[in-house]
Each structure stands twice: as structure tokens, then as C-alpha cells.
């Protein structure tokens, strides 16, 4: 599986953006497909993800403000993104578990969303 990221950009506080994540390979065997973020000097988190059946799971950090769906099953990934806040500033990156279990993982190319106060 291989994830081509695009949007994010620069926002001002309580603006929106859209993330896009679109899987390509062996998408029906794609389980969980959601996005990352990496501040500067933090550990890469899980913001949101988009499972089996629909499910979804969100940072308490975003619940409310960021939703994650889908195009096209799980081929095209959207991370909407409304009331952006500076602490949301870091590089996103998209990520796919996917194969037998789920056992094996993709990375797409990380996207900078910067917000100012």
C-alpha cells in the first residue's frame, strides 16, 4: 500500500483545513487508515483513524473539532479539520495498517499544517 498526502497549509486560529490521504496497492486489504502528527520535540500521536465498519477513534485533543471520513471505502481518506488551534501546529502524516491482521504498516509523506494565534 502506498499514501499520497496532500492539503494542510497555514491557518489562523479557528480557521479550517482539509487533509487528504489517498491509498493506492493493495487498498482491500487496508484495515485501519487515519493520521499522525508530530510537533517539534513531542512523539508522533494518533489524531484520527477510520476502521473496519466505519468505526472511528479521535484524540481527545480533536474530539469535536477534527472528523475523519472516507471516499471510495478506504482509498481516499479526508481528515476535516474546523477550529484549528496553534496547539494543532505540526506535520501530519497518513498511515494505513494493513495485510493479515493488519500486521503490516504504510507512511505517507508527512504535510505541515501550521496555525497562528
Known amino acids: 500500500v502506498q499514501l499520497q498526502a496532500s492539503g494542510g497549509g497555514s491557518v489562523q486560529a479557528g480557521g479550517s483545513l482539509r487533509l487528504s490521504c489517498a491509498a493506492s496497492g493493495t487498498t482491500y486489504s487496508i484495515g485501519v487508515i487515519g493520521w499522525y502528527r508530530q510537533a517539534p520535540g513531542k512523539e508522533r500521536e494518533l489524531v484520527a483513524s477510520f476502521g473496519n465498519r466505519g468505526s472511528t477513534e479521535y484524540a481527545d485533543s480533536v474530539k469535536g473539532r477534527f472528523t475523519i471520513y472516507s471516499e471510495d471505502a478506504k482509498n481516499l481518506v479526508h481528515l476535516q479539520m474546523n477550529n484549528l488551534k496553534p496547539e494543532d501546529t505540526a506535520v501530519y502524516y497518513c498511515?494505513?495498517?494493513?495485510?493479515?491482521?493488519?500486521?503490516?504498516?504504510?507512511w505517507g509523506q508527512g504535510t505541515l499544517v501550521t496555525v497562528s494565534s
Open positions: 498511515n494505513a495498517r494493513y495485510g493479515l491482521k493488519a500486521s503490516r504498516s504504510s
